[in-house]
Each structure stands twice: as structure tokens, then as C-alpha cells.
């Protein structure tokens, strides 16, 4: 694994043949923390179960919207991270 870090920001991970982009490394994190919190959400939801019954409902709400959150920055992560493959040794560009 060799790490580079460009001049615009970028940081570059090579794994052989394979090439790991991420952008804008301080929106990426951000968007990783929007994650976390979404998981910790969620678990803290789920533990509602435990309340009793008339909580139910809210519950599955809250487990919904949880589930809401894990997706909005997951989106916005898989756009910033681009996974792409470099060309063999005996490839040329033309």
C-alpha cells in the first residue's frame, strides 16, 4: 500500500492495481461523523424497545428515521471516495 497526498487536498491510497481517491478529506470526515451519529441513533433507538409496549410505535419511528440518516451520508461518502483502477505495467494510454 503506498499513501500520496496531492497538492489540491487529495489523498491517494494504491493498492496494486487499485487506486483509492479521497476528496476533500475534511468532508469526508464530516460526512463519517454524520454516520456515526446516525448509528448511535439508531442503537439509541432500538434500546426504546425496552420501555415497554406504548412506546412502540415512537420506536419504529425513530428506528425509520435513524435508518434515513445512515443513508444521506453514505451517499455523500461513496461520492467523495472514488475507487478506481490504474493501469498494468505494460498498458499505455493513447
Known sequence: MRKQQQSNGDFTFT?????LVIHRRYAA???IN??????WFL???????????PM?????LFVIGSAQLLIRPGIRLA??????RLPSQGEQDF
Not at 442503537?43 to 409496549?53: K, N, T, V
Open 29 to 31: 470526515l464530516s460526512m
Open 79 to 84: 461520492r467523495s471516495i472514488h475507487l478506481g
Open 43 to 53: 442503537i439509541g433507538s432500538i434500546c426504546f424497545f425496552y420501555e415497554g409496549l
Open 56 to 60: 412502540l410505535i415512537g420506536t419504529w
Open 15 to 19: 493498492f496494486g492495481h487499485r487506486e
Open 34 to 39: 454524520d454516520l456515526l451519529i446516525g448509528i
